[in-house]
């Protein structure tokens, strides 16, 4: 059973239009995580969040919005979107160590922004 | 800031050779490094995890760090063709700090040919 499962898998939206992609996370861990990726940049942090209500600024955040209803849930929101958010989403979980991060994925969400 | 660079870009490695996949930081005070798998339209697999200076083997994989030399690689012994994929060094910074955010670099797409 996949731990980390998103949706849409893949979505076509117009400029202007909102977009919503959510995020289910069965691993019970507190920090989820989204991320876009895009070729010649990697794996870019958007948001990510503590824990249920908790939502941070990761490094690429104008645009989007995050939402944290619950331990097991994480949505990414653009409220306009526009061509440039055109990009593979994915959304992970993990949890604090003494030894680190170590984040699981989820399968991506495809978003193009015609 | 971190940052993360991976070489080379692509890799093509015929099937039962070693391929070697490298990855630089800027951080020296970074303490643990990952590495992930990523194949065509997936999500993330984490492949090895390591915190301290020398080597670390997962199966067929084994990851060395030097940290003075600000250097982490990937040794995939044996590769198959359903290792072909594109291959993410993750670096991040010392856990003390209350949240430790994983960097990315860019990949390594592996080509192993039969």
């Known amino acids: 059973e996949a731990a980390v499962t998103q949706s849409p898998r893949n979505k076509v939206a117009v400029t202007g239009g909102k977009v919503t992609l959510s995020c289910n996370q069965t691993n019970n861990h507190n920090n989820m995580y989204w991320y876009r990726q895009d070729t010649g940049h990697g794996l870019r942090l958007i948001h990510y969040s503590y824990g249920a209500g908790s939502t941070e600024k990761g490094d690429i955040p104008d645009g989007y919005k995050a939402s944290r209803p619950s331990q097991e849930n994480f949505s990414l929101i653009l409220e306009l979107a526009t061509p440039s958010q055109t990009s593979v989403y994915f959304c992970?979980?993990?949890?604090?160590?003494?030894?680190?991060?170590?984040?699981?994925f989820g399968e991506g969400s495809r978003l193009i922004v015609v | 800031q971190q940052k993360v660079q991976q070489s080379p870009e692509s890799l093509t490695v015929s099937e039962g050779a070693m391929a070697s996949l490298n990855c630089t930081f800027s951080?020296?005070?970074?303490?643990?490094f990952r590495w992930y798998r990523q194949h065509s339209a997936k999500g993330l697999e984490v492949l090895v995890s390591i915190f301290s200076d020398g080597e670390k083997e997962e199966g067929r994989f084994t990851a060395h760090l030097n940290r003075a030399n600000l250097h982490v690689s990937l040794h995939i012994r044996e590769p198959q063709p359903s290792d072909s994929a594109v291959y993410l060094c993750?670096?991040?910074?010392?856990?003390?700090?209350?949240?430790?955010?994983?960097?990315f670099g860019q990949g390594t797409s592996l080509s192993v040919v039969p």
């Open positions: 993750a670096v991040s910074p010392i856990a003390s700090s209350s949240f430790s955010k994983l960097v």
């Open positions: 992970a979980s993990g949890d604090e160590t003494v030894s680190g991060n170590t984040l699981y």
């Open positions: 951080d020296g005070t970074s303490n643990n």
